[in-house]
């Protein structure tokens, strides 16, 4: 989360996880509603907007954290970028060197303005679907995405668990015989088990969030970034 827990720190923790062998960065905007979100990105969310953080703060996060010269998605819903408007943020977005953007609660039947504009700015575009998504709404859901299509592992919100159910890697398995496209599971992935299960089932990747947002609650900064480090080598290891 962009601003978490302080804007600096945000920074810090985000090039840590780059370093560490992290193959691309999701920077999240923070927003009041974050309706996709469990507690603990709901919890970064409001320390970020309670420090002020800004899209215009995130997007100057972003433009730093382009040195890594590895991709960064900004993922924001949808209510900042209207307010922007479509052409200042995909601007915005260029100027920051952002690779692509992914808006939750942007339904692909009327995302044709937005990935029009995407488009015009050579932006990667990511939607996403779920375990109770129908064939023909995942390829279509595929045929939009111009990055990768993020596949929501669960019924339900963001946030860490110990184990994933059996159906998670069944919809995996459904969504690789629909596309080509790469696909990265997301939601829930905290261990090197579920990182292991999720390429076994035909996943190109994985997302995790709210298991590396949970270590920058320690107010021991020095270990946090070192609980932070050591939760991105184990599970890139187990890539």
Not at 86 to 107: H, N, R
């Amino acid at each position: 989360m962009g601003g978490d827990p302080t804007p600096e720190k945000s920074v810090e923790a985000a090039s840590a996880v780059l370093e560490e062998g992290a193959d691309a960065l999701e920077l999240g905007i923070p927003f009041s509603d974050p309706i996709a979100d469990g507690p603990t990105i709901q919890a970064a969310s409001v320390r970020a907007l309670k420090a002020r953080v800004t899209p215009k703060t995130v997007f100057e996060q972003a433009r730093f954290l382009s040195k890594h010269q590895k991709p960064i998605y900004l993922m924001t819903y949808l209510n900042p970028v209207l307010k922007m408007g479509y052409k200042e943020f995909a601007k915005s977005c260029v100027d920051s060197g952002v690779t692509g953007v992914i808006i939750p609660d942007l339904p692909v039947e009327y995302a044709n303005e937005w990935i029009e504009e995407a488009q015009k700015n050579s932006l990667e575009t990511v939607f996403l679907c779920s375990p109770s998504t129908k064939s023909e709404r995942i390829i279509k859901i595929s045929e939009a995405s111009t990055g990768f299509v993020y596949l929501v592992s669960v019924y339900g919100v963001t946030g860490a668990r110990e184990s994933l159910p059996s159906y998670t890697f069944d919809f995996v398995k459904r969504v690789r015989k629909l596309t080509q496209k790469p696909l990265a599971l997301g939601f829930g992935i905290s261990t090197r088990e579920h990182v292991k299960q999720a390429i076994e089932a035909g996943a190109s990747g994985v997302i995790v969030g709210s298991a590396l947002v949970s270590k920058l609650t320690n107010p021991d900064w020095s270990e946090a970034l070192s609980q932070l480090r050591s939760l991105v080598r184990a599970l890139r290891d187990a890539l």
